[in-house]
């Protein structure tokens, strides 16, 4: 089933991954959690898999990928309160980043890595400034992919939408 917005690409899980440096027993957290792909990459590092989605479709898929993950029907300034303290976030849904982080950063635990990955510039950027206010800001980062295709015989390379990747460190 495909879902609305920008799914998240395999290359940028892993990079997300990296920057995560998620530990056995940490508890995680991806708002926005969509198809499900970062939660369940997330799950092979740590069994404390919580995820949120305005999309019902999601929820479902999320439930269905990863069995032992609690995967909640709603937006982050709802549900946030009812969540444990968080060590590792991954954010694919910024609708309402301005409200949410700071709730978020209340639920953080000393060290807690945040990813938000986007699509476009111009929330990079307001996330960016959002984490420097905030005194979590870490760093920026625009990743591109391209993907190779047969082409007269040869190989091209096409290039993804590039995505921008804002990290903090509480």
């Known amino acids: 089933?495909?879902?609305?917005?920008?799914?998240?690409?395999?290359?940028?899980?892993?990079?997300?991954?990296?920057?995560?440096?998620?530990q056995p027993g940490q508890v995680f957290?991806?708002?926005?959690?969509?198809?499900?792909a970062v939660s369940l990459a997330a799950s092979?590092?740590?069994?404390?898999i919580f995820g949120l989605d305005m999309r019902p479709e999601a929820v479902e898929i999320c439930k269905a990928s990863v069995p032992s993950g609690?995967?909640?029907l709603g937006n982050a300034l709802e549900i946030l309160s009812n969540l444990p303290e968080v060590?590792?976030?991954f954010v694919g849904g910024t609708r309402q980043i301005d409200e949410f982080l700071p709730?978020?950063?209340?639920?953080?635990?000393p060290g807690c890595i945040i990813v938000v990955d986007l699509a476009r510039i111009g929330i990079a950027s307001r996330v960016a400034m959002l984490m420097k206010e905030l005194g979590i800001?870490?760093?920026?980062l625009q990743i591109h992919i391209l993907r190779g295709y047969d082409?007269?015989?040869?190989?091209?390379?096409?290039?993804?939408?590039?995505?921008?990747?804002?990290i903090g460190k509480c």
């Open 70 to 72: 609690k995967f909640f």
């Open 151 to 166: 082409l007269a015989g040869d190989i091209a390379l096409k290039p993804v939408n590039p995505i921008f990747m804002v």
């Open 29 to 36: 957290l991806d708002i926005g959690c969509g198809s499900g």
């Open 1 to 22: 089933m495909k879902l609305p917005g920008t799914a998240t690409e395999e290359e940028n899980i892993y990079i997300a991954m990296g920057k995560l440096c998620i």
């Open 103 to 109: 709730l978020l950063l209340k639920k953080a635990r």
């Open 87 to 89: 060590d590792r976030c």
């Open 137 to 140: 800001f870490q760093e920026l």
């Open 44 to 48: 092979r590092f740590t069994d404390q």
